[in-house]
């Protein structure tokens, strides 16, 4: 039940073996849509007025209970608006995933405009038994007009944990006017990256699957037809199993449109009946 009247908050429950969203309470900026797709459940996030401007606030839980099949996703890249007067936008998350559960969060890119300022705090709390796959997607600004890194601040904060144990951490902050990020020990000539980040026990099936699927991808698009990395090459990663509870893929490139064939895969791969049974991408450009 939802009794937090200071946040917006998202309740999924497993009725007849179908996810369906059973609470919602949302306040603007932030605006959902809930889709049934068979058995499982989609919820596309939106925003009034196309993106963060400044000053906006969005404080979200989400609760997915047991046994249930979630795919979260984006309505289109998340743009953040200029800051005239050096406010912050911030976006908080917390989300809860039970038992048996299983929850992708599939968003579209964030793009930070000229002079933005933008912070995101994001924990995601797994009880035993569930799988969390969550990306991670960034382009450095409206890459096609030459607009490259000329916002003010960027700062997210992932966390995840299973049964109260963090299994990933992941902080990451640009402040482009203090740090040179054309520099080789930064993005050098890429503009944007993905993160993937795969959570829950190495012996689920969901989490085998899941990881068979990352590894294919990985050797598709990291490695050439001998097993060996590609150094000149539109785009760079790496794929890397951490612990029993993490996987994960980490790669860059020049713009978003290099990386969208591997997020189209892996939600094209996500439609097998043993995990969303749908593609949380299906009829995007």
Known sequence: ?????????????????????????????????????????????????GGFVEGDQIYLDILCKAGTTTAFS????????????????????IGKVDKDGLAVFMGDPIVPH???????????????????????????????NGERFAFKSFFTDLKINIADT?????????????????????????SSYLNIFLAGNENLEKVKLIENHLHFISRKYFFDDKGQEVSKCEILGSACKVNENVFMIRCSAKNNHALQPIVKELAQLLSDKELLGFNPMEGRV
């Open 166 to 190: 963090i299994v990933i951490w992941d902080r990451f902050k640009m402040d482009p006017e203090q740090n040179n990020m054309n520099s080789p020990g930064a993005f050098l000539n890429h």
């Open 114 to 144: 000229q002079n933005s300022i933008f912070e995101q705090k994001i924990r995601w709390d797994l009880a035993e038994g569930s799988t969390l796959l969550f990306l991670d997607w960034f382009e450095a600004g409206r890459i096609l």
């Open 1 to 49: 039940m939802i009794k937090d009247m200071t946040r917006s908050a998202i309740e999924i429950s497993n009725i007849d073996n179908k996810s369906i969203l059973t609470g919602s309470k949302i306040f603007r900026p932030l605006k959902i849509f809930s889709l049934q797709k068979g058995r499982s459940c989609q919820i596309v996030f939106s925003n009034y007025g």
């Open 74 to 93: 984006t309505q289109a890249n998340t743009r953040i608006y200029r800051s005239e007067h050096d406010k912050s936008s911030l976006q908080e998350t």
